[in-house]
T-cell receptor, first 113, second 111 residues
């Protein structure tokens, strides 16, 4: 079956632009996670949804970062007024339960010029 | 100091050798321990999942967890060129579903 998909795969933004990154989780997975992976580093947790409820957003680095999952399926991570330090790969993962395996998408590579 | 430490130094081994990877951690609440494999420009893929202390074997892969030392290991036997990837350790605490990752180890298996 289809895995987690993310779009776009690559995004180049000028500093100050707003960007929106999309995640399509595996069908039926209630849990959805966003992580940020800087070059040469491991992924860092950003936020977590259970269905449409955002239960943990403690990893979002600033108030420029906003995530939503309005219908409990597709999720969007929005970054306002992008900065160069936002350049990273943004990974989305979904899971069928809280402690079950997290399945990762291929990521969106964001480059801010 | 990060919660999870993983020496990121690249590792090159000849085909057929045993690959040994490890991570240390500081948070004694961690109870779920995972190893992920990440190929270039791909998302992480789960290899091994262990709850609490002990060993787990799956084919050529063995994961070990020593909670008393806050130390986890992954061994890959009979390594193949297709094992060339970055290996990430990850862990989480009961009641907290976020994963804390190490930096990752780049492994190259030379034919």
């Amino acid at each position: 079956g289809a895995g987690v998909s993310q779009s776009p795969r690559y995004k180049v933004a000028k500093r100050g632009q707003d960007v929106a990154l999309r995640c399509d989780p595996i069908s039926g997975h209630v849990s959805l996670f966003w992580y940020q992976q800087a070059l040469g580093q491991g992924p860092e947790f950003l936020t977590y949804f259970q269905n449409e409820a955002q239960l943990d957003k403690s990893g979002l680095p600033s108030d420029r970062f906003f995530a939503e999952r309005p219908e409990g399926s597709v999720s969007t991570l929005k970054i306002q007024r992008t900065q160069q330090e936002d350049s990273a790969v943004y990974l989305c993962a979904s899971s069928s339960g809280t402690y079950n395996e997290q399945f990762f998408g291929p990521g969106t590579r964001l480059t801010v010029l | 100091q990060k919660e999870v430490e993983q020496d990121p130094g690249p590792l090159s081994v000849p085909e057929g050798a045993i690959v040994s990877l490890n991570c240390t951690y500081s948070n004694s609440a961690f109870q779920y321990f995972m190893w992920y494999r990440q190929y270039s420009r791909k998302g992480p893929e789960l290899l091994m999942y262990t709850y609490s202390s002990g060993n787990k074997e799956d084919g050529r892969f063995t994961a070990q967890v020593d909670k008393s030392s806050k130390y986890i290991s992954l061994f890959i036997r009979d390594s193949q060129p297709s094992d060339s990837a970055t290996y990430l350790c990850a862990m989480s605490a009961h009641g907290n579903n976020r994963l804390a990752f190490g930096k990752g180890n780049q492994v190259v298996v030379i034919p």
